[in-house]
C-alpha cells in the first residue's frame, strides 16, 4: 500500500515571497505518478502540477514547480511570488501507473497554505 | 469551472437514511471517479467508473452503491447513514480509464448526517 505525508499541517507566507511545501511517499513501485491539487475555499479541487516518476527533470507550471528526488521519496511544491489566490489547502497525491485495481489517487493529509498581504 | 457538476451542493438528512448524490462528467469524459473528504480520513477513493462499469473499488462501504448510467453520468448511493458518514463527497471525471490522467473534480456534495 501507499502512504504519501505531508507534515507541515498550516503554512504562511507574505504576497510575493517563495514558499515551499513539502510532500513524502512510500512505494515499493517504480513507476508512477505524483501530483499537487489546491483547494481553495470553494473546496473545488484543482490540479496545480504533475510530474512523472521516470523522469528526471522538475515539472514547472509558471510559478509552481517541485522539487522531486525519487530516491529520498520527496515531492515538494515551491510557489514562488505568491498571490492571494493561492490560498489554498494542497494537496499531494500519488498514483501507481499500473492499473492495480484499487490503486487510485492517493491523498496526503494536506497543507492549509495561507498567503498575507 | 471544471465541467463537472454534482447535485445536491449540500445535504442535512438523518441517521438511517437513504440518499443518492448526482455527478455529471465533463462532456466526453469516460470515467468517473467518487471520493469522500473527512475531517479523520482525510481524501479516499470510493470508487470509479469507465464506460458504465465498475472499473475500480477503493475504500467504499457495503451501505454505499454507485453506478453510472448510459449518458455517463453517475449516482452514488449511501444507505443506513451514520454520523460518520457526513463528509464532502467528490466526483472527478476524466477522459479514459487511465490511472494517471488528470482528474477534473466537481465542487462536492457536503453530507450533513443529524
Known amino acids: 500500500a501507499q502512504t504519501v505525508t505531508q507534515s507541515q499541517p498550516e503554512m504562511s507566507v507574505q504576497e510575493a515571497e517563495t514558499v515551499t511545501l513539502s510532500c513524502t511517499y512510500d512505494?515499493?513501485?517504480?513507476?508512477?505518478?505524483l501530483f499537487w491539487y489546491k483547494q481553495p475555499p470553494s473546496r473545488q479541487m484543482i490540479l496545480v502540477i504533475r510530474q512523472e516518476a521516470y523522469k528526471q527533470q522538475n515539472a514547472t507550471e509558471n510559478r509552481f514547480s517541485v522539487n522531486f528526488q525519487k530516491a529520498a521519496k520527496s515531492f515538494s511544491l515551491k510557489i514562488s511570488d505568491s498571490q492571494l489566490g493561492d490560498t489554498a489547502m494542497y494537496f499531494c497525491?500519488?498514483?501507481?501507473?499500473?492499473?492495480?485495481?484499487?490503486?487510485?489517487?492517493?491523498f496526503g493529509e494536506g497543507t492549509q497554505l495561507t498567503v498575507n498581504p | 469551472d471544471s465541467g463537472v457538476t454534482q447535485t445536491p451542493k449540500h445535504l442535512i438528512t438523518a441517521t438511517g437514511q437513504r440518499v443518492t448524490l448526482r455527478c455529471s462528467p465533463r462532456s466526453g469524459d469516460l470515467s468517473v471517479y467518487w471520493y469522500q473528504q473527512s475531517l479523520d480520513q482525510g481524501l479516499q477513493f470510493l470508487i470509479q467508473y469507465y464506460n458504465g462499469e465498475e472499473r475500480a473499488k477503493g475504500n467504499i462501504l457495503e451501505r454505499f452503491s454507485a453506478q453510472q448510467f448510459p449518458d455517463l453520468h453517475s449516482e452514488l448511493n449511501l444507505s443506513s447513514l451514520e454520523l460518520g458518514d457526513s463528509a464532502l463527497y467528490f466526483c472527478a471525471s476524466s477522459p479514459s480509464a487511465g490511472v494517471t490522467e488528470k482528474l477534473f473534480f466537481g465542487s462536492g456534495t457536503q453530507l450533513s448526517v443529524l
Open positions: 512505494t515499493s513501485e517504480n513507476n508512477y505518478y
Open positions: 497525491a500519488f498514483v501507481p501507473e499500473g492499473e492495480t485495481s484499487g490503486s487510485r489517487l492517493t
